[in-house]
């Protein structure tokens, strides 16, 4: 089993539509949870952190559920700008982070 | 101007020849780490270094070496390229702590061994 498994889509939504992505993870020691974004042949970028109580950063929402090992992104009023890779990533203590293959999403007008 | 660099851009090389590639970073990060990316499979970490004495294997550090030259440079070598090495190679930085979590990406290298 993959450490971190997500769907790798690709998602085709249209510009408003609420879209959600999955992400499960092998390892219960895991500490540290993120969503990364990556651009088509662009470097990887933080999008947010993960925390079990969740957290909200404008129109993107990110859910812990440990007991699952389950995580969660969801964009609201999607926008053009939105189309991209996102990644779900795992972090075991402060030393290297785990990446998972990625979720492509696409956003048409 | 860009806070990590890798150098080259674009790379075409022959399988058996030996290949550097650089990353420089300003970001004044203790950690650096080297990463390739393969359709299909994702980020995977080749060796990180979490300060100028220390070198650490990653999950696919087989046929790669690397050197910490100072706190701002940290190289990715292929002693003898191979096709399966054709790949987008990310070099990337970070504090130490919780600010591991956040790692700054250069612009990759793309490199193809013919």
């Known amino acids: 089993r993959k450490e971190v498994e997500q769907d790798p889509g690709p998602f085709n939504v249209p510009e408003g539509a609420t879209v959600a992505f999955n992400c499960t993870y092998s390892n219960s020691a895991s500490q540290s949870f993120f969503w990364y974004r990556q651009d088509c042949r662009k470097e990887p970028k933080l999008l947010m952190s993960?925390?079990?109580s969740g957290n909200e950063d404008g129109r993107f929402t990110a859910q812990l559920n440990r007991a699952s090992q389950y995580i969660s992104l969801l964009i609201r009023d999607s926008k053009l700008s939105d189309s991209a890779t996102y990644l779900c990533?795992?972090?075991?203590?402060?030393?290297?982070?785990?990446f998972g293959k990625g979720t492509m999403l696409l956003v048409s007008p | 101007d860009a806070d990590v660099t890798q150098t080259p851009r674009n790379r075409i090389t022959k399988t058996g020849k030996r290949i550097m590639l650089e990353c420089s970073q300003t970001?004044?990060?203790?950690?650096m780490y080297w990463y390739r990316q393969d359709p299909g499979l994702g980020l995977r970490l080749i060796y990180y270094?979490?300060?100028?004495?220390?070198?650490n294997k990653g999950e696919i550090s087989d046929g790669y070496s690397v050197s910490r030259q100072a706190q701002a440079k940290f190289s990715l070598s292929l002693e003898s390229a191979i096709p399966n090495q054709t790949a987008l190679y990310f070099c990337?930085?970070?504090?130490?702590?919780?600010?591991?979590?956040?790692?700054?990406f250069g612009p990759g290298t793309r490199l193809t061994v013919t």
């Open positions: 990337a930085t970070s504090d130490g702590g919780r600010g591991a979590y956040e790692q700054y």
């Open positions: 270094s979490f300060d100028v004495k220390d070198i």
């Open positions: 990533v795992v972090a075991s203590g402060y030393s290297t982070l785990t």
């Open positions: 993960v925390y079990s």
């Open positions: 970001k004044g990060h203790d950690r």
